[in-house]
């Protein structure tokens, strides 16, 4: 069985609903130029000056399943009590899809690749001017409005149902935990099903085209997903290798 439930396309937040950012950053200067500048834009601004903090405003127990209490984080990296790549990481293993900017003095090809593995959606090296962030921020705001938007309420194959929204994926009717690449790897698939995909294809689709590892880290990504959804990883029915191409669900 497949299926597809999408919902219709609403209106971006009219100016009467500010999109609310939360600020982690532990350096005073740059916490409050941030802040400014992006008030200035119209957002709402949370500041926080540890990860610890940070994860306290963000585990709020009022809020529905699917609900988030930000649209935004800019998150700086070295943090006092839980640092900036142990936070991101946390967050996407919970669930949360709210796009995530990393703040960085380190700017080596090495950091971006491991903010961005661990779940970041950009990374900005300090200093940096705030006419960029700004930027940043509005692109990653306009994207992720869109996705929500646009994205189905769930999508169905034979015994997988996968929650895009919730970041949750149910196998015979029990919930299954991910990490954030296999939910990738297995939302790509069924938004495709029996599509052949390349490595090279889902590196470019799920780990970003300036991703510089090996390519046999999506075999390894792929015999996990397998551990998890098939009854007898070795072989498989639902994720299936097609040998001298890649792979496809079904």
Same mark, same amino acid.
């Given at each position: 069985?497949?299926?597809?439930?999408?919902?219709?396309?609403?209106?971006?937040?009219?100016?009467?609903?500010?999109?609310?950012?939360?600020?982690?950053?532990?350096?005073?200067?740059?916490?409050?130029?941030?802040?400014?500048?992006?008030?200035?834009?119209?957002?709402?601004?949370?500041?926080?000056?540890?990860?610890?903090?940070?994860?306290?405003?963000?585990?709020?127990?009022?809020?529905?399943?699917?609900?988030?209490?930000?649209?935004?984080?800019?998150?700086?990296?070295?943090?006092?009590?839980?640092?900036?790549?142990?936070?991101?990481?946390?967050?996407?293993?919970?669930?949360?899809?709210?796009?995530?900017?990393?703040?960085?003095?380190?700017?080596?090809?090495?950091?971006?690749?491991?903010?961005?593995?661990?779940?970041?959606?950009?990374?900005?090296?300090?200093?940096?001017?705030?006419?960029?962030?700004?930027?940043? @921020? !509005?692109? #990653? *705001? =306009?994207?992720?409005?869109? +996705?929500?938007?646009? %994205?189905?309420? $769930?999508?169905?194959?034979?015994?997988?149902?996968?929650?895009?929204?919730? @970041? !949750?994926? #149910? *196998? =015979?009717?029990?919930?299954? +935990?991910?990490?954030? %690449?296999?939910? $990738?790897?297995?939302?790509?698939?069924?938004?495709?099903?029996?599509?052949?995909?390349?490595?090279?294809?889902?590196?470019?689709?799920?780990?970003?085209?300036?991703?510089?590892?090996?390519?046999?880290?999506?075999?390894?990504?792929?015999?996990?997903?397998?551990?998890?959804?098939?009854?007898?990883?070795?072989?498989?029915?639902?994720?299936?290798?097609?040998?001298?191409?890649?792979?496809?669900?079904?």
């Amino acid at each position: 069985m497949l299926s597809i439930e999408s919902r219709p396309y609403t209106d971006p937040p009219q100016l009467g609903q500010p999109q609310r950012l939360l600020i982690v950053e532990d350096e005073q200067l740059i916490r409050e130029m941030v802040t400014l500048a992006l008030e200035d834009e119209g957002y709402q601004v949370q500041t926080a000056v540890d990860g610890q903090t940070a994860l306290a405003f963000l585990s709020d127990p009022h809020l529905q399943p699917g609900e988030f209490p930000f649209d935004l984080i800019v998150l700086d990296l070295m943090l006092p009590q839980v640092n900036g790549l142990d936070l991101c990481r946390l967050l996407r293993q919970q669930g949360n899809p709210v796009p995530i900017l990393i703040l960085s003095a380190k700017g080596s090809e090495t950091d971006r690749v491991l903010g961005l593995e661990v779940g970041a959606d950009d990374y900005l090296t300090k200093p940096f001017s705030m006419r960029e962030l700004v930027a940043r @921020c !509005r692109a #990653l *705001l =306009r994207r992720h409005h869109y +996705n929500v938007v646009n %994205k189905p309420l $769930r999508f169905e194959f034979g015994e997988i149902i996968l929650y895009p929204q919730q @970041c !949750r994926v #149910l *196998l =015979r009717g029990e919930e299954i +935990n991910l990490a954030p %690449k296999e939910f $990738r790897l297995l939302e790509l698939f069924m938004k495709s099903p029996r599509r052949v995909w390349s490595r090279e294809q889902l590196l470019d689709r799920v780990w970003g085209f300036d991703f510089m590892g090996d390519s046999k880290t999506v075999d390894v990504h792929i015999r996990w997903l397998r551990e998890k959804l098939e009854t007898d990883p070795s072989h498989p029915e639902y994720i299936i290798t097609v040998r001298g191409f890649g792979y496809r669900l079904g």
